[in-house]
């Protein structure tokens, strides 16, 4: 099991949740904000045990406080900083890291009456972000 260091692990917990925020929130609601996070949570819970160790450690994810852009841009960093990190200690892992970050994405997006313009634009930058 690789070994991360406390701020790595809560870099790639940013990454995750965050990415899941920034495409809930692009499509406000609260009903549907409630539906995308359960879809989000599913979709994170089915990754290896590893990066599943990885998500459920140290409490509550960090997302980024600021104003909507200010959010975007710690999310996108966080992201891209996690593809370093992975890259760097568990190249292995990088791969399913897009991909459940990804597939987290687009069930979120398709949680609440279908993928709405402002979803699919979230989707893209944090796909961008992983380099996927």
Do not use: W
Not at 39 to 59: I, N, R, T
């Amino acid at each position: 099991m690789t070994e991360y260091t406390d701020q790595e692990r809560q870099t790639l917990r940013t990454a995750a949740f965050g990415a899941v925020f920034l495409v809930s929130h692009a499509d406000p609601g609260f009903f549907a904000s409630f539906k995308e996070s359960i879809a989000g949570a599913k979709a994170l819970a089915g990754a290896s045990p590893e990066l599943q160790s990885v998500f459920k450690s140290g409490g509550l994810p960090e997302i980024p406080k600021g104003s909507p852009a200010e959010l975007e841009s710690g999310v996108l960093t966080a992201l891209q900083q996690s593809t370093g990190i992975l890259q760097a200690k568990s190249p292995q892992d990088l791969t399913e890291f897009r991909s459940v970050i990804t597939a987290a994405c687009d069930q979120v997006a398709n949680a609440s009456g279908g993928v709405k313009d402002t979803e699919t634009a979230a989707i893209a930058k944090v796909k961008s972000a992983l380099g996927a």
